[in-house]
């Protein structure tokens, strides 16, 4: 047997095919093999997948630099990104910015720079929230919510269009 398993054939020559058996059919190819064959085969199937599922990055650059047909700003809660991005460059620590800097980290999975926060003292999330009572009252935790759900359906959005 070879480091990674030869695809068996397909028992089936039409479109008309059991997803079951294929799914047991697939079972016993992995049972057949190595622990190590088995995530060598993986490692091999997620190469040739990734082109497939949006996966492959050729750059890794923010989507707006990157040639990409959809820019970030007409995503849902681009326009707050863009904002955030924006007033963190200025210094300015407004309700964009402290959102853009809970969201650091998918940002940047997503290769946007984001500048490194001067004030660790308390949490953005902390900060936002205070903002937002400041402004908006009894109303801030509804605001609060909203903001985040627009930036989750960013980095939703930013992640299936890369």
């Not at 997803?19 to 997620?46: C, D, F, G, N, V």
């Not at 308390?122 to 009252?137: D, V």
């Amino acid at each position: 047997m070879g480091d990674v398993h030869p695809r068996a054939e397909i028992p089936y020559e039409d479109f008309d095919w059991d997803p079951e058996a294929e799914r047991l059919h697939q079972l016993r190819l992995a049972l057949a093999m190595t622990p190590a064959q088995r995530l060598r085969w993986l490692e091999s199937t997620i190469a040739e997948l990734r082109p497939w599922v949006g996966l492959a990055r050729a750059d890794s650059s923010p989507m707006h630099e990157a040639g990409n047909s959809t820019p970030y700003e007409e995503l849902p809660g681009g326009d707050l990104v863009r904002q955030g991005l924006e007033d963190l460059r200025a210094g300015v620590e407004s309700a964009q910015a402290l959102l853009v800097r809970m969201f650091a980290p998918r940002l940047r999975q997503l290769a946007f720079e984001i500048p490194d926060d001067d004030v660790a003292d308390e949490l953005p999330g902390h900060r936002l929230y205070a903002l937002l009572q400041q402004s908006h009252g009894d109303a801030a935790h509804s605001r609060y919510n909203a903001l985040v759900r627009r930036l989750v359906s960013f980095a939703r959005a930013a992640e299936c269009a890369s």
